[in-house]
């Protein structure tokens, strides 16, 4: 009997904040892989029929497959069920996830996004709020100057904007 790995198996909380787009297309692609696991799982079942599955690799392929199919569906379903939708923040003046805040870092202007740690992307600007940067932001206002103490420099960034 092989033995797997078993953090290979666990799965890691993430984060539920996620934007409405993010949530349709976690949407479409549950429906398109609930849509093609019955013909993958009629695959296995056909090559099934060819005896010995120790060395049918045919059939090792395809049932890896229909594995990966129904752990990514639970996965999705999974982030569906616990996902909170982040909606356009109501501008209190404070920064919170959703806003995009204008920041001023050594006289270089800087604006960052803040969504959930799944859809980040740091060339667009796009920051998690759970992000070192982000973390320090949310709940701050405009005129405040935040400390951020990076990998080997410490940085004052100080808020222009929040929008």
């Known amino acids: 009997m092989p033995i797997r790995k078993p953090d290979k198996y666990l799965r890691a909380k993430t984060d539920p904040n996620i934007t409405e787009d993010k949530f349709i297309e ?3 692609n549950l429906e398109r892989l609930k849509k093609i696991r019955p013909k993958v799982s009629e695959e296995v079942k056909l090559l099934s029929e060819g005896g010995d599955f120790s060395e049918n690799a045919g059939y090792q392929s395809a049932k890896g497959k229909l ?3 129904n752990s990514r569906i639970l996965e999705i379903e999974d982030r569906l069920s616990c996902a909170i939708i982040i909606k356009t923040p109501i501008n209190n003046g ?4 959703g806003s995009n805040v204008t920041v001023e870092v ?3 202007k800087k604006t960052f996004l803040i969504l ?3 859809e980040v992307d740091p ?7 759970h992000s070192p940067i982000g973390a320090a ?6 005129g405040e100057v935040v ?3 990076l990998t080997k420099k410490n940085l004052e960034y100080k808020i222009i904007k929040i929008e």
Do not use: E, H, P, Y
């Open 137 to 142: 932001l949310v709940g701050r206002q405009v």
């Open 67 to 69: 594995r990966g199919i």
């Open 26 to 28: 976690l949407k479409t």
């Open 123 to 129: 060339a667009q600007g796009i920051i998690s709020g």
């Open 116 to 118: 959930g740690s799944t």
């Open 147 to 149: 400390k951020i103490n």
């Open 106 to 108: 050594n006289n270089i």
């Open 94 to 97: 404070r920064v919170q996830i």
